[in-house]
């Protein structure tokens, strides 16, 4: 077991979870991956939307965390990849996007739909729970989509 700002994670709790950090900021990627693979996480670091879109030609995540505010690049470049990845195999991707602004950040992608903010510096085993609820809920909806829609048969003899 490891323990994280008083929170005891068991060993491996991202085990098989694949994912993609992109921050400009190094020290974040290089906390983040070093949390993440702590929890036994495939992580994959990028500097910079280009740099990402680069490894996604060859990676497939499980989860996205991404730093909002990329210098002289677009956040939307890096998240139409993935809808178009998602069109082609149906697997929906989490994205958790980072920020150190607590101000107009929401109103630099309001087109874009993700699941989590965290706002820096955040509380680190909230942001290993937060991603591991991301992906067991992407898996359920992916593994039994009749359930998570609730289109289940009923049955009325008990």
């Known amino acids: 077991m490891n323990l994280i700002n008083g929170f005891c994670l ?13 921050d400009n900021d190094r020290d974040s990627r290089d ?21 990402a879109l ?18 002289g690049e677009s956040i939307y470049t890096l998240l139409n990849t993935l809808t178009a990845m998602e069109a082609d195999n149906g697997n929906h991707i989490p994205i958790i996007v980072t920020s150190t602004s607590t101000t107009g950040t929401h109103d630099l992608i309001p087109n874009v739909e993700f699941e989590e903010y965290l706002l820096k510096p955040f509380d680190l085993d909230k942001f290993v729970s937060m991603i591991r609820n991301q992906v067991e809920k992407v898996m359920v909806e992916n593994s039994c989509p009749d359930l998570v829609a609730g289109s289940l048969p009923t049955s009325s003899h008990y």
């Open 10 to 22: 068991a060993a491996g709790i991202l085990k098989g979870v694949k994912v993609l950090v992109v």
């Open 31 to 51: 906390l983040y991956a070093f949390l993440l693979k702590g929890q036994s996480a495939n992580v994959i670091t990028a500097g910079s939307v280009k740099e």
């Open 54 to 71: 680069e490894i996604l030609s060859w990676f497939r995540p499980n989860i996205l965390i991404c730093e909002i505010r990329f210098l």
